[in-house]
């Protein structure tokens, strides 16, 4: 597939490498307020006041029950009853993050649910480490902004020189990463690292982004869909190509799997934060070109370039 001349490029822009680049608990609030079941909505009331905040988690012996939010509190009020535990007015389905998602699955989950927060556990122990706002992501992006401005100050890239120091008829430098299937708690170091050696092969900044979402949706479609596969990143004066290849189930349908919010990944994937159909639609917006090869039962190739 590769793009019609006549649009306009897709460009990526720092703020959304970030979402992608960062992890939830990068950007949460770990000091949370908190009440129990058996505290009053009066109690909720004097908290919310005094912490200026328009929810909290409900836990019990460090685990998460519940979560009350000011909507709640104006219900009880209405109706004269803020000596009722909270228990009464709680929500107990709860969505939640994990800490070490990254921050893009945080964004998906606020434009789903339209919710104002979300608590945030750990992996492994399952206990409340955080909390989530819009607010927080604001805050976390405009400080890693300002880091990455100053550093840019004091020390602008300077370009390699590779390619003019290693003059043959057709020069190439190939990154090769293997991609663990279902192995969640790793995805996207190989998009990570791949991100790191564009940047010391002085790749231009706005190539690196498209090239690194593009990288990391490829190979979340490894680590959801496939028993694992491999990452391969050709750079080339003037262009980079990745391919993807996996050994999976196929797709049998490329074009609706093309269409934005298709997505066939079973239940669980998508209470992990992963799996919302957005992973080829990005590929294809962040790319030059793009093609892919598919053969049920056998395993698909994607191969995406980016001209720099």
Same mark, same amino acid.
């Given at each position: 597939?590769?793009?019609?001349?006549?649009?306009?490029v897709?460009?990526?822009?720092?703020?959304?490498?970030? @979402? $992608?680049?960062?992890?939830?608990e990068?950007?949460?609030?770990?000091?949370? @307020?908190?009440?129990?079941?058996?505290?009053?909505?009066?109690d909720?009331?004097?908290?919310?006041?005094?912490?200026?905040?328009?929810?909290?988690p409900?836990?019990?012996?460090?685990?998460?029950v519940?979560?009350?939010?000011?909507?709640?509190?104006?219900?009880?009020?209405?109706?004269?009853?803020?000596?009722?535990?909270?228990?009464?007015?709680?929500?107990?389905?709860?969505?939640?993050? $994990?800490?070490?998602?990254?921050?893009?699955?945080?964004?998906?989950?606020?434009?789903? $649910?339209?919710?104002?927060?979300?608590?945030?556990?750990?992996?492994?122990?399952?206990?409340?480490?955080?909390?989530?706002?819009?607010?927080?992501?604001?805050?976390?992006?405009?400080?890693?902004?300002?880091?990455? $401005?100053h550093?840019?100050?004091?020390?602008?890239?300077? =370009?390699?020189?590779?390619?003019?120091?290693?003059?043959?008829?057709?020069?190439?430098?190939?990154?090769?990463?293997?991609?663990?299937?279902?192995?969640?708690?790793k995805?996207?170091?190989?998009?990570?690292?791949?991100?790191?050696?564009?940047?010391?092969?002085?790749?231009?900044?706005?190539?690196?982004?498209?090239?690194? @979402?593009?990288?990391?949706?490829?190979?979340?479609?490894?680590?959801?869909?496939?028993?694992?596969?491999?990452?391969?990143?050709?750079?080339?004066?003037?262009?980079?190509?990745?391919?993807?290849?996996?050994?999976?189930?196929? @797709? =049998?349908?490329?074009?609706?799997?093309?269409? =934005?919010?298709?997505?066939?990944a079973?239940?669980?994937?998508?209470?992990?934060?992963?799996?919302?159909?957005?992973?080829?639609?990005?590929?294809?917006?962040?790319?030059?070109?793009?093609?892919?090869d598919?053969?049920?039962?056998?395993?698909?190739?994607l191969?995406?370039?980016?001209?720099?």
């Amino acid at each position: 597939m590769k793009k019609d001349k006549v649009n306009q490029v897709f460009r990526v822009g720092r703020t959304q490498e970030l @979402i $992608y680049e960062l992890k939830v608990e990068q950007a949460m609030t770990r000091t949370v @307020i908190t009440v129990e079941p058996e505290n009053t909505m009066e109690d909720v009331r004097r908290l919310l006041k005094e912490h200026r905040i328009s929810g909290m988690p409900v836990t019990k012996a460090g685990d998460l029950v519940g979560i009350v939010s000011i909507e709640d509190l104006i219900r009880s009020l209405r109706e004269g009853n803020t000596q009722e535990p909270v228990k009464q007015r709680m929500s107990t389905n709860v969505v939640t993050l $994990y800490a070490d998602d990254p921050l893009v699955h945080a964004v998906q989950k606020f434009e789903r $649910y339209g919710y104002g927060r979300f608590p945030v556990i750990d992996r492994k122990t399952r206990k409340l480490v955080g909390i989530l706002t819009k607010a927080d992501i604001i805050r976390c992006l405009l400080r890693r902004l300002e880091i990455n $401005y100053h550093e840019r100050e004091a020390q602008q890239d300077k =370009p390699s020189h590779w390619f003019a120091d290693l003059p043959s008829d057709r020069t190439a430098i190939v990154l090769r990463y293997d991609i663990e299937g279902g192995n969640f708690q790793k995805a996207g170091e190989a998009s990570s690292t791949l991100k790191r050696n564009l940047k010391k092969l002085g790749i231009p900044s706005e190539a690196t982004r498209r090239i690194t @979402i593009a990288s990391y949706e490829a190979e979340m479609n490894i680590v959801i869909f496939t028993p694992g596969g491999e990452l391969v990143a050709t750079i080339e004066p003037g262009k980079v190509t990745v391919t993807a290849a996996d050994r999976g189930p196929g @797709i =049998p349908d490329i074009e609706l799997a093309m269409q =934005p919010g298709y997505s066939t990944a079973p239940d669980w994937v998508r209470e992990l934060g992963f799996g919302a159909g957005m992973g080829l639609p990005n590929i294809k917006n962040c790319s030059d070109e793009m093609r892919i090869d598919s053969k049920v039962g056998e395993g698909t190739t994607l191969q995406f370039t980016v001209f720099t």
